[in-house]
């Protein structure tokens, strides 16, 4: 599939421009012709080499790319395995070597989404699901186009969460690289100078030069032990009890708590409506909604909810008894279920929580801005006080 920049004429004259993505220039033409507009320009827009692609790696970019493209060549007519050939032909090494192996495992007889399922690392359970369920109905097209909408939209809303971090990241790194540059090439030097003077150093000041001496001697016993740690904890994370206990505190921590459970919320709602709209069995949609959760808390209710769901529980009832699940989402769940249109009420929800989502991380963002400044403020102004008050006790002697 390619994209084509294109200025064209409506039927009242009107000149209008955009982009479209067709297997060739004629097909374009074709495309646009359909929409109704005479073509005046056309020309293949320059794609921009990802690093991923340069190291071999299939990206979520190229995921959403070969679901959008393979959405439009069905649509106009061609069939899976010719798409699929197509694709591969004008893929990344990395992506056109899976899509080589999907199109020989439909040839040998596999559907469409069992040649999907065996790459997981590519194409997780929700995307194989949707697609199961498009094959089923007829409808591969216009589930593959949702599909490349939904990722697109998750992905926009993972880097809106990701970018509000960046700030306070690159401020907190700045200000332990300042104080370590402090602590090991300029306290040192005043130190030598305050020995020579031979005066008696006020507490801040011998507090500065002992964590000075700690810092310039065992600096890499330090690194090694924050190594360890960081290790440590990592691992330990990734064990069951460990996972628990992390997702249990960071749910509880105030003001980041509430804001990573509006996050997850607006994911799983999301992807919960967009399987119930294309056909999926509830049970069989939270069991992928639990294992799509980054949390545990999360994903072990859900798992019951569909258990008791699959007992006869409505779900209304099944999630009610959990606290992670504010009212409004009970409410609005009771409301779907009574009038047979749970997945737009859930949409609904996912579009009010990312809402909340935005205005909680500007929230955020602007009350961390001063606290790090006040914090920056208050340890250079602890290591200034250090080292002018031995400099002002001399002063005031003579």
Do not use: C
């Amino acid at each position: 599939m390619q994209r084509f920049n294109y200025q064209a004429k409506t039927g009242a004259g009107k000149k209008v421009a955009g982009l479209v993505e067709a297997v060739s220039e004629e097909n374009a033409i074709e495309l646009l012709h359909k929409r109704k507009l005479i073509v005046l320009s056309l020309e293949k827009k320059k794609e921009k080499t990802s690093f991923s692609g340069l190291l071999g790696r299939v990206s979520s970019k190229d995921v959403v790319e070969f679901t959008r493209q393979l959405a439009t060549m069905i649509g106009v007519g061609l069939t899976l395995t010719k798409s699929l050939t197509i694709l591969e032909e004008q893929a990344k090494p990395a992506m056109a070597k899976i899509l080589g192996a999907i199109s020989r495992k439909i040839e040998e007889g596999s559907a469409f989404y069992q040649a999907l399922a065996e790459n997981p690392q590519i194409f997780p359970k929700i995307y194989i699901s949707l697609v199961k369920s498009g094959e089923s109905a007829g409808k591969l097209d216009q589930v593959l186009e949702e599909l490349a909408e939904l990722l697109e939209r998750q992905e926009a809303f993972k880097k809106k969460v990701k970018g509000a971090l960046v700030y306070p990241a690159i401020l907190i790194t700045a200000m332990i690289i300042v104080i370590f540059i402090m602590m090991v090439y300029v306290v040192p030097k005043l130190t030598e100078v305050y020995q020579e003077m031979d005066i008696a150093l006020p507490l801040p000041t011998r507090i500065l030069i002992g964590t000075s001496r700690v810092v310039s001697r065992f600096w890499y016993l330090i690194f090694a032990l924050i190594g360890g740690g960081v290790y440590g904890f990592i691992q330990w994370k990734k064990t069951t009890a460990g996972r628990k206990r992390f997702d249990q505190l960071i749910l509880k921590v105030p003001v980041i708590g509430n804001l990573m459970k509006k996050v997850i919320l607006t994911q799983m709602t999301r992807t919960l409506a967009m399987l119930v709209r294309s056909g999926v069995p509830i049970i069989e949609s939270l069991g992928i909604v639990a294992e799509a959760a980054d949390n545990f808390i999360f994903e072990r209710s859900i798992r019951e909810a569909a258990r008791n769901v699959e007992k006869g529980f409505s779900l209304t009832s099944a999630l009610e008894k959990y606290e992670e699940y504010p009212v409004v989402v009970i409410q609005m769940v009771a409301v779907g279920e009574e009038t047979g249109r749970l997945d737009e009420v859930l949409k609904r929800v996912a579009d009010y929580f990312e809402e909340e989502v935005e205005m909680a991380i500007k929230s955020l963002t602007t009350a961390i801005e001063p606290l790090m400044i006040i914090v920056l403020g208050l340890g250079v102004g602890f290591i200034v006080m250090s080292v002018i008050m031995p400099i002002y006790n001399l002063t005031t002697q003579f």
